[in-house]
């Protein structure tokens, strides 16, 4: 025998019909609160549009089951991918990734969804290795827009100006880093690309850890 579903008001939750009251028209909330004037209807009608355009972009951001994130998180789990690391690769709030895996959060959004099922077993930690050519294709393209390996470095949290990121492999952690600060970049249209007057350009497989001194990789 199935439990007895709790109303809104069981719950402590106002119903949409209170929350509305002081709600002006032409909100949608003012809509699901029971006002079908003009207003309303056609913020409702606007909404609905949206949702619809989202579901084919694939961007739509509703609200679904968190059960398939919860059971694809207790397999990762099984692999060796621990919540941590969920949450390093997906930068979801750990405390809302410790309520879908346990089973007390069972309604998220869409993107939170997707993010967590994209997760795969290869992202054992920060520190697991990946192919670095992804990342290396936005640092290029940074370099491109003209960043300098020193602007990057000390955006990924360096302690010296060198990008010390290897060419086949690099950690997760890096990975991801990279490409977060490659759409930070690119929202602000590449803005803060301006490169400081009388940068000194330095050879391939060095840094400067001072003026005067050149020191050379022993990794490069």
């Known amino acids: 025998m199935s439990a007895p579903t709790q109303s809104m008001a069981d719950r402590g939750l106002k119903s949409a019909a209170e929350i509305a009251i002081e709600k002006p028209h032409g909100t949608r909330i003012k809509y699901m609160g029971g006002c079908r004037c003009a207003e309303c209807r056609r913020a409702n009608t606007d909404y609905e549009k949206e949702r619809a355009a989202a579901r084919k972009t694939g961007d739509w951001n509703g609200i679904v089951p968190a059960g398939r994130a919860r059971v694809h998180m207790l397999k990762l789990s099984k692999q060796g991918v621990g919540r941590r690391s969920v949450q ?33 077993k290869e992202m054992a930690a920060d520190g697991a290795l990946v192919d670095a050519a992804p990342t290396w294709k936005l640092i290029n393209k940074l370099l491109a827009k003209g960043y300098t390996k020193s602007q990057i470095a000390i955006a990924l949290g360096a302690n010296t100006p060198a990008l010390q990121i290897r060419q086949g492999k690099c950690e997760v952690r890096t990975a991801y880093e990279v490409a977060r600060f490659y759409a930070q970049c690119k929202k602000c249209d590449f803005a803060t690309a301006a490169k400081p007057s009388g940068e000194l350009v330095l050879p391939a497989g060095t840094y400067s850890p001072r003026p005067g001194v050149l020191v050379h990789r022993m990794d490069a």
């Open 88 to 120: 390093a690769v997906t930068d979801i709030a750990d405390s809302i990734l410790h309520q879908i895996r346990s089973g007390t959060k069972l309604r998220i959004r869409a993107r939170t969804e997707r993010l967590i099922l994209a997760v795969t």
